[in-house]
Structure formats: structure tokens, C-alpha cells
């Protein structure tokens, strides 16, 4: 996803329409206060009505975290760096992710707006409950609290300096990502499935 011009200032414009755009862009606080509520409710849920013992809920959650982390790699790589010829597939990535290479520090963009984000997650939590029943309901919150981790990773990386020296590799790795080169360094709230699948930069 090469762009002539690297932005750090101002913002790209997607859609033509000024309302379409604005369902483009939001602030982490709007999807905190989506999400949080969700999250407690569900894992009260699991513990006072299905009966789920604390050490069962730590495990699934701590799993789905894991999972999360894999998820967030696997569609960074393969589906926001989807390479095409097609011109409405080059739209559509660019819409997804393209566009936050092109201007990186562009705050509005740096978590998923609340519409599609409804959406995504509604479908996610189907999959889930499909899969597991009723183990979704611990599932779902572990997996949105590494989304949640991710974006705020991800806002801070591109915000702020690192602020622990132990947070500097991934800060590097992200931005190494960003104008260095977008084929390696797919992890942003981990660099683990990097190592594990070769992805990351080695200077």
C-alpha cells in the first residue's frame, strides 16, 4: 500500500456524502462507553446466572485475549493489506485501512467507527455463540478487551511517545510498519504472531 505522499497532518476523505463521512470517524471515548457496559454485564452475567466458576471465566477470558491478538494479526495482514488490481477491492481496503496509512496521525480514524463496529462484533458474538455456547458470553467480553487494548495501543503509538522504555520496541515496530516497510511488522498490540510467522523487522 504505497502512497506517494505520507500525511501527518489533516485527514483523508472517503465518501462524497458529509454523513457517510462522519460515520467514518470517532473518538475512543464513544467506543469505551459502548463496550465497557457489555463487557460487565456479560461476565456478571456468567457468573451469577450460568454459574461459571472465577478460575473458568480467567481461562476462557485470558484465551479469548490470545485470540483476539491472532484475529487482529491475521486481519491486519491478509484483509487491510489485501493487494488488488480490482478498482472497488482497492476501494474497499483503502476505506478499511488504507486511508490510515495515508494520513497515520489522523485520531478520528484509529479505532473503528461505532456503526460497523455494532455490526462486526453482533456477527462475532453469533459466531461464538454458535460455536460455544453459552462460553460466549465470557468469550465475547476477553476478545473485545483485546480489541479495546489494541486501539488504545494503537491511538497511543501514533499520538504520543513511548512512555516506558520497555514499550519502545512496539512502538518501533509499528511505525517501522508505517514508513518503512508495510509488508513486515503486522502486530500492533503484540508482537507475538510476528515472531511466530516472520513478519517482524529485524535491523
Do not use: C
Amino acid at each position: 500500500m504505497k502512497f506517494d505522499k505520507v500525511h501527518n497532518k489533516g485527514q483523508a476523505q472517503i465518501f462524497a456524502n458529509r454523513y457517510l463521512e462522519l460515520l467514518t470517524k470517532t473518538h475512543p471515548i464513544v467506543i469505551f462507553g459502548m463496550y465497557l457496559p457489555v463487557i460487565g454485564y456479560m461476565l456478571y452475567y456468567s457468573y451469577a446466572t450460568l454459574h461459571y466458576s472465577l478460575l473458568h471465566i480467567i481461562l476462557i477470558y485470558a484465551g479469548a485475549i490470545l485470540a483476539w491478538s491472532l484475529f487482529e494479526y491475521i486481519v491486519h495482514r491478509f484483509i487491510f493489506h489485501w493487494v488488488s488490481e480490482n478498482p472497488t477491492a482497492r476501494k474497499i481496503t483503502y476505506t478499511l485501512h488504507g486511508n490510515h496509512h495515508e494520513y497515520p496521525r489522523d485520531r478520528q480514524r484509529l479505532f473503528m467507527p461505532p456503526v460497523p463496529s455494532v455490526i462486526i462484533s453482533s456477527f462475532l458474538f453469533a459466531v461464538f455463540y454458535l460455536l460455544m455456547g453459552s462460553n460466549a458470553f465470557v468469550f465475547f467480553p476477553g476478545f473485545i478487551s483485546g480489541y479495546l487494548a489494541y486501539g488504545s495501543m494503537h491511538y497511543a503509538i501514533h499520538a504520543w511517545a513511548p512512555p516506558f522504555k520497555w514499550l519502545k520496541p512496539l512502538w518501533r515496530n509499528h511505525h517501522l510498519h508505517h514508513y518503512k516497510d508495510d509488508t513486515l511488522g503486522f502486530g500492533v498490540s503484540s508482537t507475538l504472531w510476528d515472531r511466530v510467522f516472520g513478519t517482524m523487522f529485524i535491523l
